[in-house]
């Protein structure tokens, strides 16, 4: 089976509903996240993560050192900025894997394997879970030189990363590697494909995931299911009969994304408490929606 690490520097505070994130990652055993971040491991963490401790100053000064930059950003968002490169920064931490990725943890994950077959990952290089652009809440790369090189095409990374703001570039620059020439004919495009080692065997697949998105659902229509339910590691909703790959709940979560079609403050933003799943109880079930985590 082909073996897939990702990465996930964080620094600040565990979010509310950390375990429940973990619990699916613990479903997920195949698949290894691994954690560097100047909070304490939780206990019972999944043996299928790994928690690296370090501080987001020491954690900055090994990034300008390694990129030789001056990466000193304001804020710990700026990381996002940083995603092209964890390849690159970390290969010593990927040497045992055959893929390996960045995401966020705002999510909940189903059954990954479900999706990403090994028969799928065989044949294919880069895997993101929109169509049309990377995906920075989870995206995938084959662990070669190429790949962990990757974000060097970037024009004027090094200006981009050095600069204290966040720009974006995991999912809108580092999107123009692998998804070059959008607007020619598909046949034109197909052409392109073969010259060009970035865009060969780019799986770029919508996998649904970003509730309250701009986007129309899969089905076409403008609403977006209000309630989700993850049990035994899959993943499934009250509007759709079949199996989805992770859970992405950033515009419940804040208004910061949020299309102003959907409202102009997210649902989440009011509650007191999110996490209503009495630790320990994770591995039962529990179902997500405007109210937050509630067990089934």
């Given at each position: ?12 505070q565990w979010p509310e509903w950390f375990n429940l994130y973990l619990e699916s990652c613990r479903q997920n055993p195949s698949i290894h996240w691994i954690f560097i971040s100047d909070c304490k491991a939780p206990d019972n963490a ?251």
């Amino acid at each position: 089976m082909k073996s897939i690490a990702i990465l996930t520097p964080y620094f600040g505070q565990w979010p509310e509903w950390f375990n429940l994130y973990l619990e699916s990652c613990r479903q997920n055993p195949s698949i290894h996240w691994i954690f560097i971040s100047d909070c304490k491991a939780p206990d019972n963490a999944p043996p299928n993560t790994k928690f690296i401790n370090t501080t987001f100053s020491e954690y900055c000064q090994r990034a300008s050192k390694t990129l030789d930059i001056n990466f000193s950003p304001s804020s710990p968002y700026k990381l996002c900025d940083l995603k092209p490169a964890y390849g690159y920064i970390h290969q010593e931490l990927l040497s045992e894997y055959d893929f390996f990725g960045f995401g966020d943890i705002d999510v909940i994950y189903g059954d990954i394997r479900h999706f990403y077959t090994d028969e799928l990952l065989s044949k294919q290089n880069t895997l993101s879970t929109h169509w049309d652009r990377i995906s920075g809440h989870l995206f995938i790369m084959k662990n070669t030189i190429i790949f962990r090189e990757a974000f060097k095409n970037i024009p004027a990374w090094q200006q981009l990363l050095e600069d204290r703001n966040h720009h974006g570039i995991d999912e809108s620059k580092f999107s123009k590697i692998f998804l070059r020439h959008k607007k020619y004919p598909a046949w034109l495009r197909n052409i392109y494909r073969l010259k060009d080692p970035y865009q060969r065997k780019a799986y770029f697949k919508e996998q649904y995931s970003t509730i309250l998105s701009p986007e129309p659902w899969f089905d076409g229509s403008v609403e977006h299911p209000e309630e989700w339910v993850w049990k035994n590691g899959k993943l499934y909703n009250s509007q759709d009969d079949r199996e989805f790959m992770y859970l992405h709940f950033m515009n419940w979560k804040s208004s910061v994304w949020l299309d102003s079609s959907r409202g102009d403050r997210a649902a989440w933003e009011h509650l007191d408490k999110l996490n209503h799943v009495v630790t320990g109880n994770e591995n039962h079930g529990f179902k997500i929606n405007r109210l937050g985590f509630h067990p089934l």
